[in-house]
């Protein structure tokens, strides 16, 4: 069963980034979508950005203008960069893949990374 790695997570100050990695050592991320979700204890998983097999990218718009979503290809990697982090960003961070950015059918889950955003 597909399981993707999340990495990057930690402690930051309000106003701080954070450059999230998600990747596996086998599994070709250039042939699917790839979306990051965050998820708070209690309340409902949020998709946060994705990207297309063709690069388009999309961001919800909690996090528009602060977050950036990249492939890096050649590294077999999606980056979520995070800059003016705000404490309502703190969650755990995952991402998954799809066919689209639809991600309706979403699926390899990893354990998760952990954002904390507080001074």
């Known amino acids: 069963q597909l399981q993707l790695v999340e990495s990057g997570g930690g402690l930051v100050q309000p106003g701080g980034s954070l450059r999230l990695s998600c990747s596996h050592s086998?599994?070709?991320?250039?042939?699917?979508?790839v979306g990051w979700f965050r998820q708070v204890p209690g309340k409902e998983r949020e998709r946060v950005s994705c990207?297309?097999?063709?690069?388009?990218?999309e961001y919800a718009d909690s996090v528009k203008g602060r977050f950036t979503i990249s492939r890096h290809n050649a590294m077999n990697m999606i980056d979520l960069q995070m800059n003016s982090l705000k404490p309502e960003d703190t969650a755990v961070y995952y991402c998954?893949?799809?066919?689209?950015?639809?991600?309706?059918?979403?699926?390899?889950w990893g354990k998760g990374t952990l954002v904390t955003v507080s001074s």
């Open positions: 998954a893949v799809d066919l689209d950015c639809w991600m309706v059918n979403a699926y390899g």
């Open positions: 086998t599994f070709n991320l250039d042939y699917h979508a």
């Open positions: 990207v297309t097999k063709d690069g388009s990218t």
